[in-house]
């Protein structure tokens, strides 16, 4: 499959992956892109992207939950209609494949990810989440969590009625809202340490699918460069990362399925 690449992208992927046949520690970042290939919309896309269709200060911050708890919850539950049926594509599972793979070499891959769909996890990886999860709910008062039948039929997903009706709070009576880092909301605190430690100690960090737009996401590749590690971009287009020492510009699903097996094939 190699050979049906441009010459230039083959011979970047093999470099790539004899970087990465030495068993050291390895910080990976996923952003929307990475989910793209399954049918999910990213944001920033300039004709399907979610910004591009809907003002992001209208419906991912406090203050727009606040002003209109009812649009943003339709919103979500929306997005989650649109999500619900969606599964790992070939890059979620070249990624799990490569956890798996890792272990049994005593390597570290460490995968962090700015998404709030669960396909990491469906795929078989072991992720931390950034900005929260999509199918999770907490109180936007007290901050307690909220489980529903959203939840709790997260399995079947496909029986879920995605009602937009507002629900309360059982102990203060706020709003239930998504359990998602909105524009100006800090990051969880023992997530965001996971992703620092994560890129402070990697030898390759390596951004999937991600326009490096969001900090402090975005930061965590200087933060790994600064640290002396190599860094790694998958990304058909262009972003403003300037620290990215090999650029591997295609579609996440078929470049991790090739990177893998070259890994594999090394080690
Ligand atoms: N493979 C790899 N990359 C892809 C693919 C693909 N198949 N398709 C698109 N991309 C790239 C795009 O080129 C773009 O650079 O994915 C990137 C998606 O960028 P964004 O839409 O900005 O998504 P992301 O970087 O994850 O956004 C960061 O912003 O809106 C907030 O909290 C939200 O987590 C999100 C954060």
Known sequence: MLAELSPKLSVEIQRAAKLLTNPAPVCVLTGAGISAESGIPTFRDKQTGLWQRYRAEDLATPTAFVRDPKLVWSWYQWRRQLVHDKKPNAAHCALAKWQQMSKANHQSVTLITQNVDDLHEQAGSMV?????????????????????????????????????????????????????????????????????????????????????????????AQLAKQNGATIIEINPNPTPNTVVDITLAANAGIVMQLLIEQIDARS
């Open 128 to 220: 931390t989440h950034l900005h929260g999860h999509l199918w999770r709910n907490r109180c936007h008062d007290c901050g307690t969590p909220f489980e529903n039948e959203v939840e709790a039929l997260n399995s079947s997903k496909d029986a879920i009625y995605f009602d937009d009706e507002l629900i309360t709070c059982q102990h203060c009576g706020g709003y239930i809202r998504p359990d998602i880092v909105w524009f100006g909301e800090s990051l969880p605190m023992q997530a965001w340490q996971t992703a620092e430690d994560a890129a402070a100690s990697c030898k390759v960090f390596i951004s999937i699918g991600t326009s490096s737009l969001v900090y402090p996401a975005a930061g965590l």
